[in-house]
């Protein structure tokens, strides 16, 4: 029999066990590491690198010579999802590779989540009962019914999760008890007195968040987040759907991964907040609509296809212990509707939380990602408007991927770029040493070098800066020489990363143009441009309007309002009013299909220019 072979993985100080066939990110993914890997393991981003510390790896692949420089083979990085271990072997993962410390943006900014009309679905009634004698013969369910009955409540019923724990907890609460009530059903029953917990949860593709909400006053009683754990099985939606379309056991790991990471972060949050986990009794989940569809366990393979078919797009109720969440046992989920393939419910509570439908002048709202969802809403008079949204694929680079350094908003991640009178100025995460670009970084760089002419009109690094390196591709310029960056390596931009951002803002541009268009209106007609999402809190407006991403409007039109997703997941367990808007916007919503759009790939072209 083979013996296991150990791997040892630093900084981390984790140890997982491989034979000779499993690649190092398996065995880190087996062990919880989570490492960056945009292609799902193929081989072709190079994202995965690791340095060999101790014992032997397998040969290098073609994929890995391909990826990794000459200077960088010679001092031991690897390819983790290329490379198996020979031998027991010790591993350096470098931050850049990391994914479990990025940045997480958990606050909307500027508005309360507890709006007037707060009013949530799910109610508490507080009951105290007769013990049941030889001349009271009725049930336990009847005799919590005929109490409320005459506390004016109309019937309610309970189902199966409810009733097999309803009998003890009369006779051991005396009798005496508070429900949680759904509509006519009762779906929690609890000691008098116990705080009645919503869950509000906003699962990025990358990230997720998530909120304790205090039933009784709207209070945010802890908020957390952590790492979408699905991102080692591809970094894109577009590449997790091909891992889940592979087989059905792929498709069940994204689901049990995604809803066990939410568990302990709950459980972390109940914690921080001094409550049970049963006490939650309501649950919002919000997502893109891969996301939603990889969180309920349905089926992907549409939505990976054109012309891209969501499986439902209506709200969803399910039960909470259906899906594998940790709540009260009769707890529900609430996911708002999805608007189409690539615009889910998360943007639907992004506008909630907006109040656009409540706007007096055109508002544009979008959410930055790999994919950018906007919206534009143009009132029409007597309260009504039209509501037009889009999704643009504007790829992965703001995420820090496909850049040659970028990385996530981690520790060591360049944010912001300065060049003043020919000196280089950065700024990190964390202070940290540099190590890479992450997406508010490279736009930075990017705006800042074509500020002073070190790029021309279509991208081009010129040749005579200081700086810049010729390369047969374009020439590279170095923002942090080898010497001053924390893995002991240039960082750079090259004409490749340029283009790659000229590529995404162009996408977001076009979007932006084409729905303008449609309405007639022109961008000074824009009241208000609502950037929401973690980069859209980091990205420097000025520089995003200097390479063209958004129209060059008036900046303090410009409003940055972070997490407003989460805030509006919140408003979904607060306010039965608030998730009639949310429906009413997903109704409202004319949903524009851009690669159907007739002048889209001229509005695009158009857009890629600085
Ligand atoms: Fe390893 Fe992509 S090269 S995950």
Redesign the pocket.
Known sequence: MKRKLIVDLEPVGRRGEANEDTSL?DVAQSVGVE???????????????VRLISGILSPLTE?EKN?ISRDDIQSGYR????SKPLSDVKIDIPPETLTTTQRLQLEGVGSDPYRDGFDPIVKSIDLQLNAPHLEDLESDLTRVCNGINSSGATTLHADLPVLRNLSHQLRSQAWSLRLAVFQDEIIGVFPSGSLLVGLAVDIGTTKMAAYLVNLENGETLAKGGLTNPQVVYGEDVVSRIAFANQSEENRKILQYKLVERLNELTAYLCGQAGVKQDQIVEVSVVGNTAIHHLFLGLPVRQLGEAPYIAAVSNSVHVRASDVGVFASPGAYIYMPPNIAGFVGADHVSMLLASGILAKQKAVVALDIGTNTEISLYVPTGAGSGRLLSCSCASGPAFEGAHIHDGMRAMPGAIEKVQIHEGAIRIHTIGDALPVGLCGSGILDAVAEMRRVGFLDSAGRIKKDIPGMRPTKNGGEFVLVPAGKTGHGRDVIVNRKDVNEIQLAKGAIRAGIEVLLTLTGISYEDIDEFIIAGAFGTYLDVENAVRIGMFPSISLNRFKQVGNAAGMGARLLLLSQKEREKAEQIARQVEYIELTTHLNFTNVYVDALNF
Request: net charge neutral.
């Open positions: 990110l490492m960056a890997s945009v292609c799902g393991g193929e081989g072709w981003c190079g994202k995965c690198r994929d990826a390819l983790a999802c290329q």
